[in-house]
């Protein structure tokens, strides 16, 4: 037998230990349904120092503290979610339409998650697929299969306890790009989280696919908005988990009359202002090789991003703030950075501001997020209208409320689609609504009014 079919049958045991599981659990009731999904939660809540350190120790990337932080909050904003929400049987029934909605199980879900979150992501996967009944095989970085299957394997240690079926959730114990390749293949729906090379392949398997695009977060401050308040949520968000969140900060883009003022606030805040040439070209240098992210600078603190770019930082530096010479069409600086790195920019006007965020995202980012600090409900819906991203946080720490957060509307997840701009087949937060079929049973309305022509055509 040939690697290939060698590959193919090993995804075929997997394909079908979960579709034998699925047939079981779908016949679960909506309460045993969310208990198992409260399950997953919990053990990631519970274990979250264990599983944060263990990710920072084979990743290398990010750091211990904001991880458990990440674990705890995602564990329970994505619970409190779905918590309470029909996803099992009849769903509801319009009066006005006469069309009553039924949930059904799309089946087996294939996940392809990434070594940036490679706990929090498989978790959140898990929860949606198995809220809608559904059995999911996870495939994870090759740099994050030991922690990954290490929360699949205390996630299945506790279901199992509760006498849920055997092999609702599985993680590849063999990793390839042959058996990803069947197994997204094999699988009734995907969920690409990673690498653009990835989410490609996902969309290209022949199957309804999920994917995400690239984040590069342009973060506004408008003109005459409390920069004391603004500045140290951007800086929280920048530096989250060392800079490695797809919805974190990634350009600071100021009203130019108080852009020094601005600066003055983030060094006080932490920050090293870079507007040296050659501290920039370090800078680059060190976040980027010929153009793509420098592996040695991924989530990495800032002192080893400044030994990278050889420069000098004072101790206790939370951000290098990069006075970027353009925009991303000019410079990486406004492209997408893995570390605890920002772009900096001045505006003469908000139009100009906008501008500079539509040239980065062009660059990197189009279709993400965009972060806007402002009091004018005019100005947020200018920005709203102009710029061509899925979300806007307003007032918000980005990195922390993209992917949804107990102080808005979005939906907690760890799968921020890109819309059409940035190649994905969703344009908002992965939900559980996305890994359900629904059927809509018509009725016939016979008191229905049917327009006359002069109604329709005048």
């Not at 991880?67 to 029909?86: D, F």
């Not at 990793?175 to 990673?194: F, K, Q």
């Not at 951007?234 to 100021?254: A, F, L, M, P």
């Not at 102009?386 to 939906?411: D, H, K, M, P, T």
Request: overall charge negative; proline content about 4%; some cysteine.
């Amino acid at each position: 037998m040939d690697e290939k079919a060698m590959s193919q049958e090993y995804i075929n045991g997997y394909i079908e230990r979960a579709r034998k599981a699925q047939a079981e659990f779908e016949k679960m009731s909506q309460e045993q349904v969310d208990q198992a999904v409260k399950t997953i939660g919990k053990v990631v809540y519970d274990n979250a120092e264990f599983l944060a350190e263990i990710a920072v120790e084979e990743t290398g990337m990010g750091n211990v503290p904001d991880k458990i932080a990440k674990n705890k909050q995602k564990a329970g904003i994505v619970w409190n979610n779905l918590r309470g929400k029909k996803s099992r049987g009849i769903l509801d029934t319009d009066e006005t339409t006469g069309i009553t909605r039924i949930a059904k199980p799309i089946g087996v879900v294939a996940a392809i998650t990434p070594c940036t979150n490679p706990i929090v992501t498989p978790m959140s996967n898990a929860m949606f697929a198995l809220k809608c009944g559904n059995a999911i095989i996870i495939t994870p970085h090759h740099k994050a299969v030991k922690c990954s299957t290490k929360t699949v394997d205390m996630i299945n240690e506790q279901l199992a306890k509760q006498g849920y079926p055997e092999h609702l959730i599985q993680i590849l114990d063999q990793h390839s790009r042959e058996n990803t390749r069947n197994l997204i293949s094999s699988a009734d729906i995907v969920i690409a989280t990673g690498g653009a090379g990835m989410v490609t392949a996902a969309y290209s398997s022949g199957k309804p696919a999920l994917g995400v695009g690239a984040g590069n977060v342009q973060c506004i401050i408008d003109e005459g908005y409390d920069y004391k308040e603004a500045v140290p949520k951007i800086i929280t968000g920048r530096t989250y988990d060392y800079g490695i969140i797809c919805s974190g900060e990634q350009s600071v883009i100021c009203p130019e009359k108080d852009f020094d003022a601005i600066m003055d606030e983030f060094e006080a805040n932490g920050g090293y202002i870079v507007r040296d040439p050659k501290e920039l070209q370090g800078v680059r240098d060190a976040l980027f090789t010929d153009g793509k992210p420098n592996r040695h600078s991924v989530g990495q603190s800032p002192e080893k991003i400044a030994e990278l770019a050889g420069i000098k930082i004072p101790e206790g530096t939370r951000i290098i703030v990069a006075v970027a010479d353009g925009t991303g069409q000019t410079d990486l600086l406004g492209g997408e950075k893995m570390g605890p790195v920002i772009a900096a920019y001045k505006y003469k006007d908000l139009a100009e501001g906008v501008n500079i965020a539509r040239e980065n995202l062009e660059k990197d980012g189009k279709g993400h997020s965009v972060a806007f600090h402002s009091d004018s409900e005019e100005h947020i819906e200018y920005v709203g209208k102009e710029l061509c991203v899925s979300r806007f946080v307003i007032n918000q720490i980005s990195a922390s409320s993209a992917g949804g957060s107990y102080f808005n509307g979005l939906a907690p997840t760890n799968t921020l689609g890109c819309g059409s701009w940035g190649h994905n087949s969703i344009s908002e937060n992965l939900d559980y609504k996305h890994l359900m079929n629904v059927s809509r049973i018509a009725r016939y309305m016979p008191n229905n009014h049917v327009p006359s022509e002069e109604e329709l055509w005048g």
